[in-house]
């Protein structure tokens, strides 16, 4: 597996830290590893954060799109924090920050997000 | 073919398994590096690389490995040029394909974002398919070499 998963429960906001190379052959990982933490824990909200994602394409937004929509669905918001410059321009590209705030780091999202809880 | 001409050229051939998506990023990645291209040159080829092989996997073969995917690459001075393809099912409406967020495959959770960053981060982008005989994708970028930019 070139991808991996870091997971932190914070007061009802689930903190994920994706680290290597999203791709087709890692979403299938991420997305299980995910929606399992947020099917099982007391997730409301969900914190991204991609600071030491080396890589994603398309699929990787395919994969944020759709835990996107289960936390929506849920009534959570998610929101997404330090992208690389690479990353950031995808996420551009595909409209994404229409619907998900980008933070420059984890604690500025978690304090905007308790802010909103 | 498009190896007839001077330049140098590579091709390599690779069984249509998800785990080569790595793989064909960086073989392209270590092909191109003799232009000396910048980190987000070398990260818009990695990107259409993993784009198109993934094409090539999901909606060329229905994710069946035994299927190949070919890419060829050559460099004409500057600029590299890189062909795609597989021998798969293509794409019957490929005006409808390439609309950006339109996937054939919304239970795959697509993005259907794939078309459209090909054509943004490359200078010349060409599809062609024929319905149970396979599809084709075309690419040209010129590299700005890191040494242009320092002189």
Avoid: W
């Avoid at chain 1, 870091?6 to 830290?17: F, K």
């Avoid at chain 1, 991420?30 to 030491?52: F, N, P, W, Y």
């Avoid at chain 2, 021998?87 to 409808?96: F, M, V």
């Amino acid at each position: 597996m070139n991808s991996h998963v870091e997971m932190e429960h914070h007061r009802g906001v689930l903190i994920v830290r994706l680290s290597g190379e999203l791709d087709h052959h890692a979403a299938d990982f991420v997305r299980m590893d995910l929606d399992e933490a947020i099917m099982r824990g007391q997730v409301s909200h969900l914190v991204l954060s991609l600071k030491h994602l080396q890589f994603m394409d398309s699929s990787g937004l395919g994969v944020i799109l759709g835990r996107y929509k289960l936390i929506h669905s849920k009534g959570g918001k998610m929101v997404v924090c330090d992208a690389t410059a690479p990353v950031k321009r995808l996420l551009e590209m595909s409209g994404l920050f229409k619907i998900m705030p980008l933070y420059d780091d984890e604690s500025t999202a978690l304090s905007d997000l308790e802010v909103a809880l | 073919m498009t190896n007839s001409k001077a330049g140098n050229f590579m091709n390599v051939q690779f069984a249509a398994r998800s785990e080569n998506e790595s793989f064909a990023r960086v073989v392209v990645a270590a092909f191109v590096s003799r232009l000396d291209p910048t980190m987000d040159e070398l990260n818009d080829l990695k990107t259409v690389v993993s784009e198109a092989v993934t094409n090539c996997i999901i909606h060329g073969y229905d994710s069946d490995p035994e299927g190949i995917v070919t890419i060829s690459a050559s460099l004409d001075n500057e600029t590299v040029h890189l062909t795609i393809e597989d021998q798969g099912r293509g794409i019957e409406d490929l005006e409808l394909a390439q609309q950006p967020l339109y996937t054939s495959k919304p239970e795959l959770e697509r993005s259907g974002m794939g078309f459209t960053i090909m054509e943004n981060f490359m200078d010349e982008f060409e599809v062609t398919s024929e319905p149970g005989h396979g599809t084709s994708i075309s690419m040209k970028k010129t590299i700005v070499s890191k040494k242009a930019l320092y002189n």
